[in-house]
């Protein structure tokens, strides 16, 4: 019986590995978290800048429900609506609804990514995760910003006339939720991966709900009592009545403030449970 014989290994360095060895320093250099941050959130807004027609397709929605559920909601209840301007009421509440639909879905792009390998790749690279999910977080403002101006556009023919001031600071309150509900999405994207169809499952059955009880396609001062109850827990009503405010212009209400703790409560909240999901995932 022969004895297995073993190679010793060499210790002659590897010229190849000197020079890699001293090239190490010069590329040791480390981005801070805060570039690699940004370094996420430009390579999630590439695809937005080769392929616009998907910022274009979630204009669809919001353009029909002007087109269409705004001249039923003038003809119907437009006298009674707070302020009596039908367009500062409507066009604030889809705004909100772009954003709420735009960032819920985000998390399908990551299940994308998990089926293609794309996303595993990514974790093994030296970039923190939580750098990750914040990066790709915050590339959700560009797009609500962007669809919100087209609406504003559109619709200034139409007599939507916003307080200018007030229609800024609109924009940057549903961008903060925009990270916030994108990160929720993320999460949850990264916690049912298993089960691809359940990310659906949840999202439309949080998505109706939280759109129907924050008012935002009709007041609910002349709905039932549990209606207005559901409505005062729900944080998106807050941001709703805040925008409306806004953009009429009555920047120092304290409904602008309630709407503004409630879009960086979510923000928050959502951006806690994102990087915490993200770095405790096994994969």
């Known amino acids: 019986m022969s004895t297995p014989t073993t190679t010793p290994t060499s210790t002659v360095p590897d010229p190849g590995a000197l020079s890699a060895g001293t090239a190490a320093p010069r590329t040791a250099a480390r981005r801070s978290w805060t570039g690699d941050v940004v370094l996420v959130m430009t390579r999630e807004l590439r695809p937005l800048v080769r392929e616009p027609f998907t910022v274009v397709f979630g204009l669809v929605q919001p353009i029909v429900f002007l087109a269409l559920f705004g001249p039923l909601l003038a003809g119907s209840v437009g006298a009674g609506l707070p302020g009596g301007d039908v367009w500062l009421w409507f066009v604030p509440s889809i705004l909100v609804m772009t954003t709420l639909f735009g960032s819920s879905t985000t998390g399908s792009n990551l299940q994308f990514e998990m089926q293609t390998g794309a996303h595993e790749r990514l974790l093994v690279t030296p970039l923190p995760r939580s750098a990750q999910l914040v990066g790709r977080s915050l590339k959700e403002m560009v797009p609500i910003v962007v669809q919100s101006l087209v609406v504003i556009a559109v619709m200034l023919p139409f007599g939507f ?123």
């Open 161 to 283: 006339a916003p307080d200018a001031l007030g229609a800024v600071l609109g924009l940057v309150l549903i961008a903060v939720l925009g990270v916030g509900l994108g990160s929720l999405s993320y999460a949850l994207a990264i916690a049912v991966r298993s089960n691809e169809w359940m990310f659906w499952v949840v999202q439309q059955t949080v998505l109706f709900p939280a759109l129907i009880l924050s008012g935002m396609l009709l007041p609910l001062e002349a709905g039932p009592r549990w209606m207005q109850v559901a409505a005062q827990v729900n944080p998106i009503s807050y941001v709703v009545d805040a925008e409306r405010a806004l953009f009429a212009g009555d920047l120092g209400s304290t409904t602008v403030l309630w709407g503004a703790v409630a879009a960086l409560a979510t923000a928050a909240l959502g951006l806690w449970v994102g990087v915490r999901t993200i770095v405790r995932s096994t994969d």
